[in-house]
């Protein structure tokens, strides 16, 4: 089965500076999405990137670029230049291509940005 | 109205209710789905609807009956619910077969059980 894994529960960073979130997953398919989904307290879950594992190429969406390692499984978030905004609950998400009713999400990271 | 709405957005009720909750897309999707969000836990998926028909039903218990009438709507019914089952349900719509596989999350229903 697949798995999500987020190992921060929390993190925090200075307003204006650059975090990083972490991600691995476990998977026997060659050909998925993974996704950062964005959960402010107003609770509405929304999408921040999507990756294409066949895409070589890093998926970058302006503040939010992510880096990802297929053969380490691994997909991080990087949030450039934060904002008081971008304090939230950041999930991590699989699932195959094809398949998103089998969505997969990790247990959440706790974003604060201090001012 | 654009995305995927909710309603409503808070739910309080008596384990001998019953009461429902709406959930419609505007996407122009075929695919539904209903999660719950308990406090640091995963989201659990409990259903998923593809194209009016059922695909997946989590092991949910049957106090919790959804009902997909078309492709934009979704109802969860709620019936005798228990105390544990207090938490944010979250719709979400996807379009299957499409490139981006990508589901769409509507504001969820914080639901309170007592």
């Known amino acids: 089965a697949q798995t999500v894994t987020q190992s921060q529960p929390e993190m925090s960073v200075q307003e204006a500076e650059t975090v990083t979130l972490s991600c691995t997953y476990d998977?026997?398919?060659?050909?998925?999405?993974l996704f950062w989904y964005k959960q402010p307290p107003s609770r509405q879950m929304i999408l921040v990137i999507r990756q294409e594992a066949y895409k070589q190429q890093n998926a970058t969406e302006n503040r939010f670029s992510v880096n990802f390692q297929k053969a380490a499984k691994s997909f991080s978030l990087k949030i450039s230049d934060s904002q008081l905004g971008d304090a939230a609950m950041y999930f991590c998400a699989y699932s195959p291509r094809g398949g998103s009713e089998k969505l997969v999400f990790g247990k959440g990271t706790k974003l604060t940005v201090n001012p | 109205e654009t995305g995927v709405t909710q309603t409503p957005r808070h739910l309080v009720m008596g384990m001998t209710n019953k009461k429902s909750l709406k959930c419609e897309q505007h996407?122009?999707?075929?695919?539904m789905y209903w999660y719950k969000q308990s406090a640091k836990k995963p989201l659990e998926l409990m259903f998923v609807?593809?194209?009016?028909?059922?695909?997946e039903n989590n092991s949910v218990p049957s106090r919790f009956s959804p009902e997909c009438p078309n492709s934009s709507h979704l109802f969860l019914h709620l019936h005798t619910l228990q105390p544990e089952d207090s938490a944010l349900y979250l719709c979400?719509?996807?379009?299957?077969?499409?490139?981006?596989?990508?589901?769409?999350f509507g504001p969820g229903t914080r639901l309170t059980v007592l």
């Open positions: 609807y593809n194209f009016k028909e059922q695909t």
């Open positions: 998977t026997s398919e060659s050909d998925y999405y």
């Open positions: 979400a719509s996807s379009q299957p077969s499409g490139n981006t596989d990508t589901q769409y």
């Open positions: 996407l122009g999707h075929n695919a």
